[in-house]
């Protein structure tokens, strides 16, 4: 399902252009992060995606429809959204019941809600606190809770607004797999996030964006490589990036294994 | 002087039955900066609210155990003579948001009006607080109308403005950008040096690399470690924990294994790092 977003603009009532003309495609089945300074407009712009806010000029078309032409409640069904606070999706009494909602609302036939529903709660690996108040979780699986919410409803569009805020290395690693296996899947995934080494060991594409603007959208190492531009959005490279480009690597690394790789053939090229 | 002391601290929620806190004792020095590092669920929040005298006033539970902060005990005092003493930046600035106010310059007033500070007073506090953090520009915003990242940098903000002896953070920064942590970072460190004691909970490795005096690390409601930045985040019980270590950490440490590392120590920071993998690739 494709999303093209053409010459957007959005001003809050209170007269803030978030938004000063966006252009982008991103096609079926990619992994896009979305980075960028706080007030940057990334939460802005995909409340876009699913029309919790409209254009206030410009178009966006979401596997072909206009955004504006269709309900927030239609367009649940292709394009899912998880909140950048977990506290503001979640309501019902435990963690199955807040699962099942969303399939609940397609108004799919029964067997199907159990099936995405166990779907989502394994891939979460949040199967042994069904039975649990959302609200009794520590922030770390309510986190988890909202994305379960959200990955239930099977859409083709995936969006995570910030989803490593506050978590530990293990925790990162559960929501890693996660978007590993809707890749797997064919769902697109767009990402926004604070976490540039995140952002570097899983996704292939980056968009940055500034004041409202797309200031770098491209292959995650030339995105990430490009230290100058990035620190006028407030954005430090990768730490390993840093580091093979303090050590005189000629290629962008973004991660262990490229940084290890390289390392052994500088390392070589001094032996001989 | 140990400015806050706790001593054996065991501490249960109400209707729970094992308790979150398990023994802890901590002491931390007058203008000393400490960051508390472990995994989720290890206690960190818990030990933040308990310095800061919510546990066991606001959230009540089982505690045994003294906490002092200035010679003075918790347990024998009020929350609202605590709060003077002891200032605590929630986690999630959402829920720290008063509701109350419509502007953001308001809402960091309003500690200050409830301890009756004078008006010309808790003008020029306000004004000088909002300089420190950089939102100089928000303070005619509505707190509700302002990013995840704006919103704590506005929590924290109408901490520090109470200029506590103590402050007590709960990842201050965890929806800030990079470079709006650092500006953080160094703003704390500031106030450390001008003699605030500060306890802050961070998952940013390589920040706490570059500020912190002392580092403390739990799990499962105890202490396991505690020492120096170098000694404690370049620890593999710490790294066993599930606490995420510093890339350049693990990176050294993988290259140690292959010949390609020489030194005994591991690097938490860019410069260790530059320092001891330039010797691997010397021209």
């Not at chain 1, 409640?73 to 019941?97: C, H, I, M, T, W």
């Not at chain 1, 979460?124 to 039975?131: G, V």
């Not at chain 1, 996704?203 to 490009?226: C, Y």
């Not at chain 2, 929040?45 to 606001?58: D, E, M, N």
């Amino acid at each position: 399902m494709k999303i093209e977003i053409r010459d957007l603009h959005f001003s809050y009532p209170t007269g803030v252009e978030a938004l000063q003309g966006i252009t982008l495609t991103i096609e079926s089945g990619e992994q896009v992060a979305i980075v960028g300074q706080n007030g940057a407009g990334k939460t802005t712009l995909v409340k876009h995606l699913n029309a919790l806010l409209l254009p206030t000029s410009g178009e966006v078309r979401i596997g072909g429809w206009d955004t504006k032409s269709q309900s927030v409640a239609k367009l649940a069904r292709r394009v899912g959204y998880v909140f950048q606070n977990p506290d503001e999706q979640l309501f019902s009494k435990n963690v199955e019941a807040e699962v099942a909602f969303g399939p609940n609302n397609l108004k799919l036939d029964k067997e199907q809600v159990q099936r995405l529903v166990e779907d989502a709660l394994t891939m979460t690996e949040l199967s042994d606190k069904r039975e649990t108040n959302p609200y009794d979780l520590s922030p770390t699986w309510r986190k988890m809770v909202a994305l379960a919410s959200v990955i239930s409803m099977d859409t083709d569009i995936v969006v995570f607004d910030e989803p490593t805020t506050g978590q530990d290395a293990m925790s990162i690693a559960r929501i890693a797999n996660v978007i590993k296996t809707l890749r797997q899947r064919g769902k697109t995934v767009i990402t926004i996030t604070h976490d540039i080494d995140f952002c570097a060991e899983n996704f292939e594409r980056v968009i940055a964006l500034s004041q409202g603007k797309v200031l770098l959208d491209g292959k995650t190492n030339d995105v990430l490589g490009q230290d100058e531009i990035l620190a006028t959005t407030y954005v430090d490279p990768p730490q390993l990036t840093r580091l093979g480009k303090r050590l005189g690597f000629k290629n962008t690394v973004r991660n262990q294994e490229e940084f290890l790789t390289v390392l052994k053939k500088e390392k070589s090229t001094y032996l001989s | 002087m140990a400015v806050v002391n706790l001593h054996n601290i065991i501490y249960k929620y109400p209707l729970t039955n094992t308790p979150v806190l398990k023994n802890i004792n901590l002491q931390v020095e007058d203008g000393e900066f400490v960051a508390i590092v472990g995994p989720n669920g290890a206690g960190k929040s818990t030990l933040c609210y308990t310095i800061a005298g919510f546990v066991p006033h606001f959230f009540k539970g089982e505690m045994t155990g003294t906490v002092e902060v200035l010679g003075i005990e918790s347990q024998n005092s009020s929350l609202h003579e605590w709060v003077l003493n002891v200032g605590l930046a929630f986690q999630n600035p959402f829920n720290q948001i008063s509701g109350a106010k419509y502007t953001v310059f308001e809402e960091i007033a309003f500690g200050l009006e409830n301890i009756g500070i004078p008006r010309d007073e808790m003008i020029s506090r306000v004004e000088e607080a909002m300089k420190l953090t950089g939102i100089s520009d928000l303070a005619d915003r509505s707190p509700y109308s302002l990013s995840g990242g704006q919103q704590q940098r506005v929590a924290l903000t109408s901490i520090l403005v109470m200029q506590p002896k103590v402050l007590v953070l709960d990842e201050p920064t965890s929806q800030m950008d990079p470079i709006g942590t650092r500006e953080v970072f160094v703003a704390i460190h500031k106030m450390a040096e001008q003699g605030m004691t500060v306890i802050m909970v961070e998952h940013k490795v390589e920040w706490i690399a570059h500020f912190v005096d002392r580092v403390i690390a739990l799990k499962d409601g105890q202490v396991i470690l505690e020492g120096t930045p170098d000694e404690v985040l370049t620890s593999s019980l710490l790294e066993e924990s599930g606490f995420g270590i510093s890339r350049y950490t693990s990176v050294a440490r993988k290259a140690q294994q292959m010949g390609l590392w020489h030194s005994d120590s591991l690097p938490i920071t860019l410069e260790e790092a530059v320092d001891g993998f330039s010797k691997v690739v010397a021209k």
